[in-house]
């Protein structure tokens, strides 16, 4: 079986966003505000594009929804950064998103939240039960799979052929790709809900990129589904700044 390799392909935009300062956060927002979202105002708060699985799921989720953002990157080596994560809140983490005044956190909310003030960009399925199937899937990625997340680590720069998976992350591979597969037959592919990429993808894009750099050997309709995932345009520009990160930190090479 062929393996996946995140070699970026030429693609028409490598550029990768300045990073900037966030605003500063302030209490929760205002009810109804995010419908009359100003769409120029949003800030992505993010950490390492080589480790950080969390923010590249919540930095896929932005570019699928169309919302135009300034990244806020913060270096993971640097002692600030966990400061500077706490100020934002005791419980905040990255990804967050600040718009128009409103600050989101944790992934989920995130995805939701684009879906609201984007609402055109399809993040979630427009049939009920499809859509019902796919925050389920979604919320079984956030809250799940911790022997996947803990034994193969995000680390784009990285690539361990033949890598053995121990049986606890083996099931939660074997459980994965049983989601993706039904998924795929249900909904008829390419992407897991079909023609259009929903927030399910971009939960599970780190799968697909953990999949390539550990040589997990996955059924043909799966790896296809991995390539497509890493082929796709957001995916490489995301993967190629990751390698051009200067930090190569070991205790990142865990969950993160
Ligand atoms: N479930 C959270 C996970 C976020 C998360 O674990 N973020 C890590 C970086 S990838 C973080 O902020 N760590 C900093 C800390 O724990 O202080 C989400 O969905 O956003």
Known sequence: MA???????????????????????TAAPAAGKAAKADV????LTITSKN??????????????????FTEHVLPPD???TRAEILLLSSSIRVPSLEHDGVLVWDTLAIAEYLNEVMPNA??????????????????EM??????????????????FPKFKVWSRAQADVQRITTIWRECLETYGGPY?????????????????????????KVDPACQAYCELMIGQPEMQEWITAAKQEPIDIDELDVEF
């Open 3 to 25: 393996t996946t390799t995140l070699a970026p392909r030429k693609t028409s935009s490598t550029k990768t966003a300045a990073a900037k300062k966030a605003p500063k956060a």
């Open 142 to 159: 956030h809250s799940g799979f911790t022997a996947l997340r803990s034994a193969l680590p995000m680390n784009l720069r990285a690539h």
């Open 78 to 80: 640097d002692p600030s």
């Open 122 to 139: 399809g993040l979630l399925p427009k049939d009920a039960r499809a859509r019902a199937h796919c925050r389920a899937i979604s919320g």
């Open 192 to 216: 897991l809900f079909g023609e259009h990429r929903t927030i399910a993808d971009a939960m599970y894009a780190p799968v697909c990129t953990r999949f390539a750099t550990y040589d997990v």
């Open 40 to 43: 120029t105002s949003a800030v």
């Open 51 to 68: 480790y950080s699985s969390w923010s590249l799921r919540g930095w896929l989720l932005a570019r699928f929804s169309g919302l135009p």
